[in-house]
């Protein structure tokens, strides 16, 4: 199956950045469409972008502009760069993959693979 393994949370100010990776491993190999979600304490998961396997990206409304997802397909990982943090961005960070046909349309069902998370916390 396929593994996922999400580093580069932590704590930042609010007004600052964080680039949270997703590294990738195992298979099967067609499982390339990833999606990055979020689970702020209380609240329910809510997807927050998606890189298809031919690297059409989308964003969630609150994020558009400040995150920008990205891939390196030879190291089999996705990137989650995060400018301009909020209070409101904390949460528990997951990334996903979904089926290499998958074209990111807000369907969470087909994220078949998980990673365990990465906590992200921005002081105000």
């Known amino acids: 199956q396929v593994q996922l393994v999400e580093s580069g949370g932590g704590l930042v100010q609010s007004g600052g950045s964080l680039r949270l990776s997703c590294a990738t491993s195992?298979?099967?190999?067609?499982?390339?469409?990833i999606g990055w979600f979020r689970r702020a304490p209380g609240k329910e998961r809510e997807g927050v972008s998606c890189?298809?396997?031919?690297?059409?990206?989308t964003y969630a409304d609150s994020v558009k502009g400040r995150f920008t997802i990205s891939r390196d397909n030879a190291k089999r990982t996705v990137y989650l760069q995060m400018n301009s943090l909020k209070p409101e961005d904390t949460a528990v960070y997951y990334c996903?993959?979904?089926?290499?046909?998958?074209?990111?349309?807000?369907?969470?069902?087909?994220?078949?693979?998980w990673g365990q998370g990465t906590q992200v916390t921005v002081s105000s």
């Open positions: 996903a993959a979904a089926p290499r046909n998958y074209r990111c349309s807000n369907d969470e069902a087909q994220f078949r693979y």
């Open positions: 195992g298979s099967p190999l067609n499982y390339d469409a």
């Open positions: 890189i298809s396997s031919s690297s059409s990206s």
